[in-house]
């Protein structure tokens, strides 16, 4: 399998390419009056505002172009920043069965593996907890999730951003105070988190009070500002965790909505976003909003009752970003996983059993529940209280082998944390464990970037003394480049797919800091001194990594993972940047030409196609148009201007940059010129 292609157009009036640019953005204001910017914004020729945000969270406005540049509406003062309006998909079911019996809940149980049937029996259920669920809504009506909405009921507020009629990105939306569910998807992720059944089928957090975030009507689209909307209603209705099982390739932490994401979890607020169902593009494929730094990255695991055992999800999203940071972070069941579904009018409601990300991500929000109803929300604790409850989660993790292509566990390597994170979530140690790690997560980087220092605080919040030791494990590590495919030749080399990873023994040294004893409520900064693994072919571009287990004579066993490569990003990618024979020219007739005219009437268009593939994530890929008589020896500078320069070096006719894999900048498109200055 090759990595998605992609197609530029390098003229404006052309339909006939699937990449065309889109002429939706989303800008952000500087700290200035939002009436002052829309007016200023709107007062500019080619410039529609769409809609817009205010809040002190983010403050900016989604916008259409007519015949304006990216680039020249980031020069405008009041503009600070802009991003394409992306579409982003609904993490549809990777498997789905949806007429389960309800009296079948038990053949399904996962309860028992992570900790949460303990806390049951403990009594505790999430009481109080308020959880902001972007979805498609939820069918309120479902006995199981309270049967009513409103005071009283489990699913307690919301709001409906779309409607209920058919809604794509760029339509007019009709918006209602209403989140029904008309799908079944954000009504299954109610259930996993809240459900309450007369059979005695229990979610995670049954006693929590849900809000219903419904940015999807009857299809499986939405875009990044209608996402970004229902985040800021979720502050304003202050939840203390939201939820979304949502996602789209992108790599890179600084697209709009992560960052939006992230700027709540400094506010307080637990936020869980789905890893993604691409497992089987294999490694660095890992969705855009879990990205996000603070936010919950959740991989999905398989757990077998049958057989006592739980595996990673074939369907899994594999990290890391493409800035080499460590993403996932924790692992929830997401195979087979029974919960409420749609019902008719004000009936009974039914249940479906679903796979996939977007029912591993809820679950996660639900332990996260857990934690909130026992200890108290975000208003009886410090600022950073979400990031506490993020660590502990994580912290949380078991380790889980390695999933053979077949289905098979391999039980002699550990599943890398660049697919399930720390492992699966251990709810039960999330509430009861003693010791608090506070951190940055560990990200190794690559050989000319290596971070060897990392550092974590360790707390005991025991009412004794406790003692602390260290210990280091290395988990399964892989090669990621095929360098030939005799079914694909001219795509290759390429980064391997999932069925193509082997598990590989590269072992990390750590130096591990000496035990410690801790008094009552006593910190410690802790630091451990990583060294490569060696004899890695970095030519095959290895990458490994495991994790530092903090043991305690309380029984309490954290963990932190971490993850690096065995090779220069910079050396290895300057020569396999692009797949196999991409990047490739073509033209919009059907013959293969290498100079163009740029007429762009129906009957020539005489304008060159450029096809290419990345195995890599970039912030910015460009093409440039120069015209006849250009030397790059002498007229090749580099980031080249459309203006003449007082220099020798001759300008472009036109350039193309856009950022095929990442929300980093903007698809920009500038006017080409259909004759030479």
């Known amino acids: 399998m090759m990595r998605p292609l992609k197609c530029l157009p390098l003229a404006l009036a052309v339909a006939s390419c699937a990449q065309v640019p889109t002429n939706r953005f989303i800008v952000e204001f500087a700290e200035t009056s939002l009436l002052r910017a829309e007016n200023h914004i709107n007062a500019t020729d080619g410039i529609n505002v769409v809609q817009t945000f205010e809040s002190d969270v983010f403050r900016g406005a989604s916008i259409e172009l007519d015949g304006v540049t990216p680039d020249e509406v980031l020069a405008l003062s009041e503009v600070i920043a802009i991003w394409p309006n992306e579409r982003v998909e609904l993490l549809a079911p990777v498997k789905q069965q949806t007429a389960a019996d309800e009296g079948a809940a038990a053949e399904y149980a996962v309860h028992w593996a992570t900790g949460v049937e303990e806390l049951h029996k403990q009594g505790i259920y999430g009481e109080g907890a308020k959880i902001g669920i972007i979805d498609t809504g939820i069918w309120y009506n479902h006995n199981a999730l309270g049967g009513a909405y409103g005071d009283g009921s489990t699913v307690v507020g919301g709001y409906d951003f779309v409607g209920d009629s058919e809604w794509t990105p760029g339509q007019a939306k009709n918006p209602d105070e209403d989140p029904i569910d008309q799908q079944g998807h954000g009504t299954h992720v109610a259930g996993i988190i809240a459900g309450n059944s007369s059979t005695g089928w229990l979610g995670v957090a049954p006693r929590a009070s849900l809000y219903a975030y419904k940015i999807f009507s009857t299809g499986?689209?939405?875009?990044?500002?209608?996402?970004?909307?229902?985040?800021?209603?979720?502050?304003?209705?202050?939840?203390?965790?939201?939820t979304a099982s949502i996602s789209g390739t992108g790599g890179f932490a600084n697209n709009p909505w992560a960052i939006v994401?992230?700027?709540?979890?400094?506010?307080?607020?637990?936020?869980?976003?789905?890893?993604?169902?691409?497992?089987?593009?294999?490694?660095?494929?890992?969705?855009?909003?879990?990205?996000?730094?603070?936010?919950?990255?959740?991989?999905?695991?398989?757990?077998?009752?049958?057989?006592?055992?739980?595996?990673?999800?074939?369907?899994?999203?594999?990290?890391?970003?493409?800035?080499?940071?460590?993403?996932?972070?924790?692992?929830?069941?997401?195979?087979?996983?029974?919960?409420?579904?749609?019902?008719?009018?004000?009936?009974?409601?039914?249940?479906?059993?679903?796979?996939?990300?977007?029912?591993?991500?809820?679950?996660?929000?639900?332990?996260?529940?857990?934690?909130?109803?026992?200890?108290?929300?975000?208003?009886?604790?410090?600022?950073?209280?979400?990031?506490?409850?993020?660590?502990?989660?994580?912290?949380?993790?078991?380790?889980?082998?390695?999933?053979?292509?077949?289905?098979?566990?391999?039980?002699?390597?550990?599943?890398?944390?660049?697919?399930?994170?720390?492992?699966?979530?251990?709810?039960?140690?999330?509430?009861?464990?003693?010791?608090?790690?506070?951190?940055?997560?560990?990200?190794?980087?690559?050989?000319?970037?290596?971070?060897s220092s990392q550092v974590f605080t360790i707390e005991n919040t025991a009412q004794v003394p406790v003692v602390f030791t260290f210990e280091h494990s290395s988990w399964a590590g892989f090669e990621i480049l095929t360098e030939s495919d005799p079914a694909q030749p001219d795509k290759t080399p390429r980064i391997r797919t999932r069925k193509e990873?082997?598990?590989?023994?590269?072992?990390?040294?750590?130096?591990?800091?000496?035990?410690?004893?801790?008094?009552?409520?006593?910190?410690?900064?802790?630091?451990?001194?990583?060294?490569?693994?060696?004899?890695?072919?970095?030519?095959?571009?290895?990458?490994?990594?495991?994790?530092?287990?903090?043991?305690?004579?309380?029984?309490?066993?954290?963990?932190?993972?971490?993850?690096?490569?065995?090779?220069?990003?910079?050396?290895?990618?300057?020569?396999?940047?692009?797949?196999?024979?991409?990047?490739?020219?073509?033209?919009?007739?059907?013959?293969?030409?290498?100079?163009?005219?740029?007429?762009?009437?129906?009957?020539?268009?005489?304008?060159?196609?450029?096809?290419?593939?990345?195995?890599?994530?970039?912030?910015?890929?460009?093409?440039?148009?120069?015209?006849?008589?250009?030397?790059?020896?002498?007229?090749?500078?580099?980031?080249?201007?459309?203006?003449?320069?007082?220099t020798s070096a001759r300008p472009p006719l036109g350039s193309m940059p856009t950022a095929p894999r990442s929300s980093t900048l903007p698809r920009m498109t500038r006017k080409i010129p259909t004759r030479s200055p």
């Open 261 to 451: 994401a992230t700027r709540l979890v400094t506010k307080g607020f637990i936020i869980t976003i789905g890893a993604g169902d691409s497992g089987e593009n294999g490694p660095f494929f890992i969705g855009s909003g879990g990205s996000g730094d603070g936010v919950l990255a959740v991989a999905s695991a398989h757990v077998q009752a049958a057989k006592n055992q739980t595996l990673p999800s074939s369907f899994t999203s594999w990290g890391g970003l493409f800035d080499l940071s460590s993403k996932p972070d924790i692992s929830a069941p997401g195979t087979d996983i029974f919960s409420t579904w749609l019902g008719e009018g004000d009936g009974e409601g039914s249940f479906a059993v679903l796979s996939g990300i977007a029912v591993a991500t809820p679950y996660v929000a639900g332990v996260a529940a857990l934690w909130v109803g026992n200890f108290g929300n975000k208003k009886s604790h410090t600022a950073v209280y979400a990031n506490y409850i993020t660590m502990r989660i994580i912290n949380s993790g078991k380790d889980l082998p390695w999933l053979n292509y077949d289905g098979t566990a391999n039980t002699a390597f550990r599943a890398p944390p660049q697919q399930v994170g720390s492992g699966l979530v251990n709810a039960a140690q999330v509430i009861e464990q003693v010791t608090s790690l506070a951190y940055k997560r560990f990200s190794l980087n690559d050989t000319d970037n290596f971070q």
């Open 220 to 242: 499986s689209t939405t875009d990044t500002a209608t996402i970004i909307e229902a985040l800021l209603r979720a502050y304003t209705d202050d939840v203390d965790i939201i």
């Open 501 to 646: 990873l082997e598990p590989k023994r590269f072992e990390a040294s750590v130096e591990l800091p000496p035990s410690v004893t801790l008094g009552k409520y006593e910190t410690k900064q802790m630091e451990f001194v990583f060294t490569p693994p060696t004899g890695l072919d970095a030519s095959k571009l290895p990458v490994y990594g495991g994790t530092i287990s903090v043991k305690s004579n309380t029984t309490d066993v954290l963990v932190v993972p971490y993850q690096g490569v065995g090779f220069s990003l910079k050396e290895q990618f300057s020569k396999h940047l692009f797949a196999g024979s991409y990047p490739q020219l073509g033209s919009a007739s059907a013959q293969n030409k290498t100079r163009f005219t740029f007429d762009l009437g129906l009957s020539a268009q005489d304008f060159p196609k450029i096809f290419w593939s990345l195995n890599w994530g970039t912030t910015e890929l460009r093409f440039d148009i120069y015209g006849p008589g250009f030397s790059p020896e002498s007229d090749l500078v580099y980031p080249p201007s459309l203006a003449r320069t007082t």
